[in-house]
C-alpha cells in the first residue's frame, strides 16, 4: 500500500513538473514572439501558444487586445505626422517664393540716396528676411528628410573645397561676430562619398551654430585617415555643459533660449540626418582645457 501510494505521489509529482518546464518554455516563446511584433507593429501578427495552455490563454488574449490598441494608436499617429509634414513642406515651399521676391526688391534699393540711419534700418529689415528664408528652408527641409522624400546623389566630392568655399561664405557674419577662425585644410583635393549640396548644408548648419554659440574662437580641419575623412569644428562656449550635447540633435532644442533669437534648433538635427543619409556620421562633444570650454563637432565621412 505504502509503495502505492508512493508510486502515486511521485507520477503527481513529474506530471506537475513537466507541466511547470512546458509551461516556462511557452512563456519564454510568447515573450520572444512578443519583443519580434513590438520591433514591427506595422505586422498584423498576434501572441500564439506553442501549444495548447489554458491557463495562459486569457493573458494573451487581453495582450493581444492591448497590441490591437497601440497598432490603432500607432497607425494615428504616422496618420498626423505625415498630414504635419505635408502642412509643413507646404507652409514652406507657400513662403519661400514672397520671400525670394522681398530679398529681391530690397536689393534693388538705391541706398546711396538714403540717409545713414535709413540704411541702417534697411540693413535690419535684410538680415530679417534673410533669417526668415532661412529659417523656412530648414522647416521645409527637415519635412522632406523625416517623409523620406531628399533623395541625394553621392559620389565623390572635393570636402576640402567645399569646406573652405562655405567658411568664406560666412566671412562677413564671422568678421561681424569677432570671431578667431583658424583654418587647417588641405590645399589639395580630399574626396569623400558624399551629395555636394548636402555637405554644403552640413558644414553652414555647423558655421551657423558656432555664430550663434561661440565667443571668440571657431577652428575648423580637416583629415583625410584610412577609414575616411574626418571633420572637427569646435567653439569655444559659455552656455554649454556635457551633459547637454546629446539634446543638441533634438529638433527645436536651442541650448541658450537668450541668444537664440532666429533659430528653430533644426539646423543641427538636419545636419545629422544628411550625414547619416550619406553613410557617414556627426557626433558632439565638450571638453574643458584649461579655463575654457569648448563644443567639438565631428563628421565622419567615408571615402
Given at each position: 500500500?505504502?509503495?502505492?501510494?508512493?508510486?502515486?505521489?511521485?507520477?503527481?509529482?513529474?506530471?506537475?513538473?513537466?507541466?511547470?518546464?512546458?509551461l516556462k518554455k511557452a512563456l519564454g516563446e510568447a515573450a520572444q514572439e512578443l519583443r519580434e511584433i513590438t520591433e514591427d507593429l506595422e505586422e498584423n501578427r498576434i501572441v500564439r501558444l506553442p501549444s495548447p495552455q489554458t491557463e495562459m490563454e486569457v493573458l494573451l488574449e487581453e495582450v493581444n487586445r492591448n497590441l490591437e490598441a497601440i497598432r490603432r494608436i500607432h497607425v494615428g499617429y504616422q496618420e498626423k505626422e505625415q498630414m504635419l509634414q505635408r502642412q509643413i513642406e507646404n507652409i514652406s515651399h507657400d513662403l519661400r517664393t514672397p520671400l525670394t521676391s522681398i530679398l529681391g526688391f530690397l536689393d534693388l534699393i538705391d541706398e546711396s540716396s538714403l540717409k545713414a540711419e535709413d540704411r541702417d534700418s534697411l540693413e535690419i529689415v535684410r538680415k530679417k528676411a534673410r533669417s526668415m528664408k532661412r529659417l523656412t528652408a530648414q522647416f521645409y527641409d527637415l519635412s522632406r528628410l523625416t517623409a523620406g522624400d531628399y533623395e541625394l546623389e553621392v559620389g565623390k566630392a572635393d570636402a576640402g573645397r567645399i569646406l573652405r568655399e562655405t567658411t568664406l561664405e560666412s566671412y562677413q557674419e564671422l568678421v561681424r561676430k569677432n570671431l578667431d577662425v583658424r583654418l587647417d585644410i588641405p590645399d589639395e583635393a580630399v574626396f569623400a562619398l558624399a551629395d555636394e549640396a548636402a555637405l554644403e548644408r552640413i558644414f553652414s548648419n555647423l558655421?551657423?551654430?558656432?555664430?550663434?554659440?561661440?565667443?571668440?574662437?571657431?577652428?575648423?580641419?580637416?583629415?583625410?585617415?584610412k577609414s575616411g575623412i574626418t571633420v572637427l569644428m569646435e567653439n569655444d562656449t559659455e552656455h554649454l555643459d556635457a551633459g547637454e550635447v546629446d539634446a543638441l540633435f533634438d529638433r527645436f532644442y536651442t541650448a541658450d533660449h537668450s541668444r537664440s533669437e532666429g533659430s528653430t534648433g533644426l539646423g543641427l538635427p538636419i545636419a545629422r540626418y544628411l550625414a547619416e543619409n550619406m553613410g557617414g556620421e556627426l557626433t558632439a562633444c565638450v571638453k574643458v582645457h584649461g579655463s575654457r570650454k569648448w563644443l567639438q563637432f565631428y563628421l565622419k565621412l567615408n571615402k
Open positions: 500500500m505504502t509503495c502505492l501510494i508512493l508510486a502515486v505521489v511521485c507520477f503527481i509529482a513529474v506530471y506537475f513538473c513537466i507541466r511547470f518546464f512546458l558655421i551657423q551654430n558656432a555664430l550663434r554659440y561661440a565667443v571668440s574662437t571657431l577652428r575648423v580641419s580637416l583629415k583625410e585617415e
